[in-house]
């Protein structure tokens, strides 16, 4: 098989659309503290701003404008309760785009806790 045809098999496997916003998912993941914040809400579920910040160390105003640009991409969703806003995992999303990277990450030995991630994303 020729070079150009096998590149053409791969972009039909792998529509255009989803190889763009893969690679804008990754890239924001590709950030230790937003990786960090993706994981707590999925080990932690649903939380305000102030509890992420106090359990992962970071200032308010760091954690904002992360959270920020994982909600501009629909990684995260958000509701009001009071005055908290509440910041929670896209479940659809994750099952769209995430599933399979979680299943290979938790293939290692030190990630223990993925389990209930997946089996969370499967309700």
């Known amino acids: 098989m020729m070079e150009a045809e096998r590149a053409e098999e791969i972009r039909e496997f792998f529509p255009e659309a989803y190889i763009k916003r893969a690679v804008k998912i990754l890239r924001l993941l590709s950030d230790?503290?937003?990786?960090?914040?993706?994981?707590?809400?999925?080990?932690?579920?649903?939380?305000?701003?102030?509890?992420?910040?106090?359990?992962?160390?970071?200032?308010?105003?760091?954690?904002?404008?992360?959270?920020?640009?994982?909600r501009a991409t629909d990684l995260v969703t958000t509701h009001r309760d009071g005055k908290n806003i509440y910041y929670d995992i896209n479940r659809p999303v994750w099952k769209e785009m995430g599933l399979e990277f979680f299943?290979?990450?938790?293939?290692?030995?030190?990630?223990k806790f993925l389990d209930k991630f997946i089996i969370k994303m499967m309700e």
């Open 32 to 70: 230790e503290s937003r990786l960090r914040i993706m994981l707590f809400l999925a080990k932690e579920g649903s939380s305000y701003v102030t509890r992420i910040a106090e359990s992962l160390g970071m200032n308010q105003t760091t954690l904002s404008h992360h959270l920020a640009l994982l």
């Open 103 to 111: 299943q290979h990450l938790k293939k290692g030995p030190d990630v």
